[in-house]
DNA sequence: CTGTTAGCGCTTTCAA
DNA sequence: TTGAAAGCGCTAACAG
């Protein structure tokens, strides 16, 4: 099937290969054997051989994409965002998932380059010392997202403003007494930042306010179970570092009885569909999760085409505003 | 960087590239040396080369994969499962997506053909004549997902069953006033055979009984808005083809304060997290995608490696009885 | 505009 | 065990 090669549509058109070869990629060919080859290639179903003519051509089409996992809605929409951008441009996306391990990342950025891929982008878990070594003593592109560190290429979500945004409008509302229910800081963007943002605005611009930290994870079950301890500190407002946090902690309220935003105001991070529907709907910050995959691609893609780049990108923010959250004058 | 070759190392080692070759292939190399190639591969970082390897023996450890969409929790489940089946096996994973279009559909499936993988995964949203024709005419092992049909090689869930099994359920509940919420028969697992279960176990086994179909979408959303139409049908319980078509009719229910299951008994497929931690809990009927993902694998690569496949498979499913479903005897 | 001529980096007979 | 030699299929000077 596939073993029709340049030399035999050659042969075909009595032609060389050299004038087939041109004939693909555009170069001069006279009209006559323009049509020839052409019937000839559509005759055969001639198809490319994308292993010789990479082998030759020093650029793959392939881009590499390293993401910490697979089975999330971000990391989804943020593929979706590469996959149309790449598609456009004929690129294919290879993939490998690191697993939210830090070790594995740095495996599957190696292996990605070694097989050859153009350039790669890395939805990081973390970028350390090792990352930056391997960046500056390899000629291919790497692009990292979801973290800033100017010593490589990034394209990030601006969690720390996210988190001061949402500060401010509670402040606005008058909340001074705040349940902050976070995920662990060893997640840089929404363990980190967002919480940083949060409690900067507050430090900076408010003189007399509490804010209690509650660690949870990313999942609702263990949010809901957080409920107790939550209400416990007898919080007017709480600021989840997700929806899905967010949610996770309206169920348990819902089957206490307890009024959301009249008793307590809650808010999110994330804009996700059901945010919107469930009631009261929850006032979020949403990230254009698609948008950062898009540029990312369109940034790499510049990088290897141009070589040169500019400057790192961060995605603007989405302030949705909901029913949770009460001004409580 | 990588412009170490196989001849680098061969002059450094004063041996020729056939025993570096060799070397690297697990071919005879005197013991002697086979450590100074070891030596000089370690000091230049030698890479073999992707592209160079592959015009030669004919395989690539590239596995294609077609998805329907990325930005999906079940497709999620499914990739995670190929991946770390391919992981083991140093296999990478090549994925297109197809967008929910049939056409891109067969394109991506060519794309990847085309790019020489030594098989692909097509998680399909319909298997067309020119999909056949198309896996006959090649010798790449095409495996598909998502759909039974014996002109090619498949791995499917077991819908029609689900639906079969949840229909007994209802009927041992002695539901008899049925409304069947669900999505368009195009999508053929989850519209037509979760569907065409449910149905055919009443019309088998009982005689008197009522099922109303209604049509929705994916979304929560949509669901929620149908509320209304299904409760004007006041049915005793209503079969939802998906758990998040379930949530958004249970919170119209809650929002009406309709009980569930004490006025209305409601049920679902798939087996999402949240549907056990929401109030009452969600009778349902999972899946285990990642299963699907990794059985996938496994096959394609058994048949990459032995050409010889066993039977379809179709993945066992696991039923979960939780609060939403109330004997009304 | 076209054909000839070299390879790209690697694998694989075939003799030695 | 090893090396020489012949390509895999394609691209890219170069001289016509």
Redesign the pocket.
């Known amino acids: 099937m596939s ?1 029709v ?3 035999d549509i050659a042969n075909m058109c ?9 004939y ?2 555009g ?8 049509e020839k080859i052409k019937n000839a290639i559509e005759q055969t179903g ?4 994308f292993f ?2 990479r ?3 020093k650029n793959s089409n392939l881009i590499g994409v390293v993401i910490p996992r697979i089975d999330s809605i971000t990391v989804g929409k943020v593929l979706n965002g590469i996959n149309s951008v790449c598609e456009e441009n004929e690129y294919t996306i290879l993939m490998e998932s690191s697993n939210l391990s830090l070790k594995k990342e740095l495996e599957c950025i190696n292996s990605l380059y070694n097989q050859g891929v153009d350039g790669i982008i890395v939805y990081t878990i973390g970028i350390t010392n090792e990352h930056i070594n391997f960046v500056n003593s390899v000629k291919t592109p790497i692009l990292f997202l979801n973290q800033k560190n100017n010593n490589v290429s990034y394209i990030s979500i601006d969690d720390y403003k996210a988190g001061y945004i949402m500060a401010e409008y509670f402040y606005k509302n008058n909340h001074k007494n705040i349940v902050f229910l976070g995920v662990n800081e060893q997640d840089k963007s929404v363990g980190l930042e967002r919480k940083k943002g949060f409690y900067d605005f507050y430090k900076k611009n408010v003189s007399n306010y509490k804010i209690d930290f509650l660690e949870t994870d990313f999942s609702f079950k263990k949010a809901y179970n957080m409920g107790k301890m939550v209400t416990n500190l007898n919080p007017t407002a709480v600021i989840c570092a997700t929806d899905n946090i967010c949610l996770g902690l309206m169920l348990y309220l819902k089957e206490k009885g307890i009024e959301v935003p009249d008793q307590i105001s809650v808010a999110g991070f994330g804009g996700y569909e059901v945010s919107s529907v469930v009631k009261p709907s929850i006032t979020t910050i949403s990230f254009d999760y698609e948008l950062l995959g898009k540029l990312s691609a369109e940034d790499i893609l510049n990088i290897i085409k141009n070589k040169n780049r500019k400057e790192n990108i961060t995605i603007p923010l989405n302030f949705i505003i909901g029913e949770s959250v009460k001004n409580i004058n």
């Open positions: 073993k090669t340049i030399q009595q032609v060389s290969k050299s004038s087939v070869s041109r693909l990629n170069g001069y060919v006279s009209k006559e054997n323009k001639y198809k490319t051989n010789a003519k082998l030759k051509s």
